[in-house]
T-cell receptor, first 110, second 115 residues
Framework: GQQVMQIPQYQHVQEGEDFTTYCNSS?????IQWYKQRPGGHPVFLIQ?????EVKKQKRLTFQFGEAKKNSSLHITATQTTDVGTYFC??????????FGKGTRLSVIA | KAGVTQTPRYLIKTRGQQVTLSCSPI?????VSWYQQTPGQGLQFLFE???????NKGNFPGRFSGRQFSNSRSEMNVSTLELGDSALYLC??????????????FGEGSRLTVL
């Protein structure tokens, strides 16, 4: 079945440093979504990308969808302690259900 | 509007028992999907129900089953529990379902511990 590979698995950064997580698929994706899960919490939707080459920004977060619609990235500029959590990408292609990557756990050291 | 409600939040069972988890989606949402979350495997898709019909099923054994009622509330059942079934079970509600675009709204989850 469809798989979505997400790297890195863990990332430790000093507060103020940047952070990026990547999502890759071997198949062309219909759309990709990003979620954030705080420790002890549940996943919360951040954004959805559907167009080839799409770039969306939310304050310090920048989301990109690759030209071939097979990869995506989430970049956080100048991390803060409030950014701590696990970031998941989730994607589908055609009529397949949404498949989640294994997530990137971000730790921010103050 | 009220969010996704999952019950119970925590439960402890022993091997061989069975368990039923409940999920009430956001009002107006017809799709409920279930995910199993474990530390090593992330979120793994169990199944999705849309208007009382199972629309997709993940790669889990037949011990895992579910259903959806006419009011969109959903239940999942795990029979003959194994130690490896210990996990956080998350329910997600959406209007169009996971095969369409549109965000998933997750409940707080039901944390199952199997002893």
């Amino acid at each position: 079945g469809q798989q979505v590979m997400q790297i890195p698995q863990y990332q430790h950064v000093q507060e103020g440093e940047d952070f990026t997580t990547y999502c890759n698929s071997s198949t062309t994706l219909s759309n990709i979504q990003w979620y954030k899960q705080r420790p002890g919490g549940h996943p919360v939707f951040l954004i959805q990308l559907v167009k080839s080459g799409e770039v969306k920004k939310q304050k310090r977060l920048t989301f990109q969808f690759g030209e071939a619609k097979k990869n995506s990235s989430l970049h956080i500029t100048a991390t803060q302690t409030t950014d701590v959590g696990t970031y998941f990408c989730a994607a589908n292609s055609g009529n397949t259900p949404l498949v989640f990557g294994k997530g990137t756990r971000l730790s921010v050291i103050a | 509007k009220a969010g996704v409600t999952q019950t119970p939040r925590y439960l402890i069972k022993t091997r061989g028992q069975q368990v039923t988890l409940s999920c009430s989606p956001i009002s107006g949402h017809r799709s409920v999907s279930w995910y199993q979350q474990t530390p090593g495997q992330g979120l793994q898709f169990l199944f999705e129900y849309f208007s009382e019909t199972q629309r997709n099923k993940g790669n889990f054994p037949g011990r895992f089953s579910g259903r959806q009622f006419s009011n969109s509330r959903s239940e999942m059942n795990v029979s003959t529990l194994e130690l490896g079934d210990s996990a956080l079970y998350l329910c997600a509600s959406s209007f169009g379902g996971t095969v369409s675009t549109g965000e998933l709204f997750f409940g707080e989850g039901s944390r199952l511990t199997v002893l």
